[in-house]
């Protein structure tokens, strides 16, 4: 299922879009967790920035 949803990012309008992956340490027990997203790369920024 992974590779139809990347083929259809590479096509169309997709290829207007970016899937970032944050990596976020946890204050209370010093874990890393992560958040994945697909963001429009002109906010790829803004994702990265937010907490």
Known sequence: ?????????KTGKGNNFTKVIKMI????????TFKEEIVHNDHIKDFLAAK
Do not use: E, N, P
Request: glycine share 6%; hydrophobic share 45%; no cysteine.
């Open 1 to 9: 299922m992974a590779k139809k949803v990347v083929a259809t990012l």
């Open 25 to 32: 340490k946890s204050a209370k027990t010093g874990a890393y």
